[in-house]
């Protein structure tokens, strides 16, 4: 099988670090404006950006739902996506 072959049948299985849904999508669907998440909607580049600021505040990967309450902590964005918040 070549290369380009592979890429349309293989597919990738993660959880999202926004919902924590298990999802899995072939790779030739994944794109950084593309929904991969059937279970909020998030891309790519929503879920790198938690992963920037999981790993940035508590130095490590967690999803969203598992973040430590941190009431000395504020967030604030004038654009920010409803995921997000």
Request: hydrophobic share 35%.
């Amino acid at each position: 099988m070549d290369v380009s072959a592979r890429h349309e049948t293989e597919s990738l299985s993660f959880r999202c670090n926004v919902c924590g849904a298990a999802c899995r999508k072939k790779f030739s669907e994944l794109g950084r404006e593309k929904v991969s998440c059937h279970g909020c909607g998030s891309t790519s580049r929503a879920r790198a950006i938690v992963r920037a600021l999981s790993v940035a505040l508590f130095g490590q990967n967690l999803c969203l739902p598992e973040f430590p309450r941190r009431p000395d902590l504020r967030g604030i964005g004038m654009t920010d996506w409803e995921g997000y918040a």
